[in-house]
């Protein structure tokens, strides 16, 4: 049975509060968020049937949080978002899972973050329709810069590295010891 020493438990210790305090500096964050907003925009110009609910939605302002960070969006009369800092949040949605390597494992298999929703459940169900039903084309935009026939390559080499690192994340929780691995003891 191996165990950890008492020297190793507090380095994690002492790594998880540094890891706590460290925070990017604002201007980075600021263009993150930026570059963000660019990228969803792209995606939603993509789908006039996306724009045209959130449309409906316009003025209402999205707060989406993790941990110490947030971003707050609201939605445009073009169906559009638009950083939207100042605005009271008229939708909560906070990621539950607190570990940043939980949450990366969650999303290597395939599986979506646990999420509290707090606010105005029509905005809620806007959002949630816009997440399971519009998706990047990525494809397509890279077939625009390079053609198709290398575009689609690429994505099918995409494709397979997804699925690899998908059997990949099962196989290792799978292993991993755990309530549901230890039937009958």
Do not use: C, Y
Request: charged share 20%; no cysteine; net charge positive.
């Amino acid at each position: 049975m191996a165990t950890s020493s008492p020297s190793s438990s507090s380095l994690k210790d002492a790594l998880g509060r540094l890891a706590g305090r460290v925070r990017p500096p604002e201007w980075l964050v600021g263009e993150a968020q930026q570059r963000l907003v660019l990228f969803l925009n792209h995606v939603l110009m993509q789908e006039p049937q996306a724009q045209a609910r959130l449309a409906q939605q316009r003025g209402r302002a999205l707060r989406a949080q993790w941990r110490d960070f947030s971003l707050q969006l609201a939605a445009t009369p073009a169906g559009l978002l638009e950083l939207a800092p100042g605005a009271k949040p008229d939708l909560l949605l906070a990621m539950v899972d607190e570990s940043p390597r939980a949450a990366m494992r969650n999303v290597l298999r395939g599986e979506r973050p646990a999420v509290r929703i707090e606010g105005d459940v029509q905005f809620a169900a806007v959002v949630s329709w816009l997440v399971e039903n519009v998706r990047w084309d990525a494809e397509e935009d890279l077939a625009r810069l390079i053609g198709d026939v290398p575009a689609h390559t690429l994505a099918g080499f995409a494709r397979a590295a997804r699925q690899a690192l998908q059997k990949f994340a099962a196989g290792v929780k799978a292993r991993m010891p755990g309530p549901s691995n230890h039937a009958g003891t």
